[in-house]
């Protein structure tokens, strides 16, 4: 049973890394893939146990998509009010390179802050407006994904990784933001001033075009700025109730509906509609949400057969150096979810709480999973947004987040000899 599983998990791995050769949608695949994985243990088991199992796994997994959904959303409805025209107005260069680090700069920060898949959905909205040229938008969202990847990383609430390690209490706040923050801007970085060499020349200034029902300024500023002060709140609230993330980001979503109900209540029902939550979430993209499902189900499967954990204790066993570990773990992370892999390996490992181990995993599970643009929640996103292909993040980006992934932790160990 669990070769079974495991070779149909390869196989539709495979067909999703090669998508543009099959021509069938990812999204597909995904489904088909993590039904495939939950029947072959349906049908190999002697008992029913599995059932509860996997409604166990779904509602952690509807908890994501949930997120994901009301992110998504929120997004929608400040882009529906023309909100980022405000950011694009602050961005005045049209040099490549210069115009490569501010976005990237604000991915690492923004993330930080917020969390990366919410800095991915935002920044590729920010990115699609302002570079029209298909290409140059990939390779600038490929290092939107590296930076939200690694900004996330130095916050107790900027990755789940870190998240899930600081209510374990394997890492304290302090330690992960002055221990993991230098790592982090190498791991992003790196791969910037390595993308200096490919991208050149200027991009073609986008003039803002007024739409013909115009949104006042001050419903366009309170949108926007509600808008992020919503995705904001989201850590905010996480700490003050101890409620899951989806909470707070519906709860945001609730806010933002009825403030443009009141803000847009005197036009016309067709007007009106233009601006409300209902048209924001027909516009998110439902395809990626299922893409995402598929998958996380599919990992579930593999996360009920024990083969991560089994993984986790091979790595163990067969290794033993825990730095060599903690890398090889940082780049599984990259094939399968990093959340159950690093369920497993804090289930394996008994060290003390800020242990240099703990935040070597912090710092790998975190920024390993930008090496595969399916790595991570916050490449899944920009994937579905944009539509780029497993094949040609691989080709252009995947050996820059490596590099920078590699030099991150090489300088986790040098400040660490420093310090020591």
Known sequence: MTLLITILFVAGYLMIALEHSFNINKAGIALLLGVLCWTALALNSPDTHFVSSLSHHLAEISEILFFLLGAMAIVELIDAHDGFDIIIEKITTTNKRYLLIIISVIAFILSAVLDNLTTAIVMAT???KVITEKTDRYYFLGLVIISANAGG??????????????????LT?????THLFFPSLVCMALPIALSMFKI??????????????????????????????CLLFVPIFKTITHLPPYMGILFGLGVMWVVTELIHKRKDSFEKGKYSVVNAITKTDVPSVLFF????????????????QNTATLLNNSIGDLKIISVIIGLLSAIVDNVPLLAATMGMYDFPTDDHFWEMI?????????CLIIGSAAGVAVMGIENISFSWYFKNISW????GYLAGFLIYNLQNFILA
């Open 126 to 128: 920010v990115v699609k």
């Open 153 to 170: 990383c130095f916050s107790p609430i900027g990755d789940v990784t870190t998240t899930m390690l600081w209510v374990a209490n394997k």
């Open 173 to 177: 706040p302090l330690t992960i933001i």
């Open 200 to 229: 050149k020349g200027h991009i073609t200034k986008i003039e803002l075009v007024k739409s013909e029902n115009t949104i006042s300024a001050f419903d366009k500023n309170l949108i926007f700025g509600l808008g992020l002060g």
């Open 293 to 308: 499902l598929g998958i996380l189900l599919a990992v579930a499967c593999l996360q009920e057969i024990h083969v991560l």
């Open 362 to 370: 912090a710092y790998c599970t975190g920024t390993g999973g930008s």
């Open 400 to 403: 820059l987040a490596f590099v």
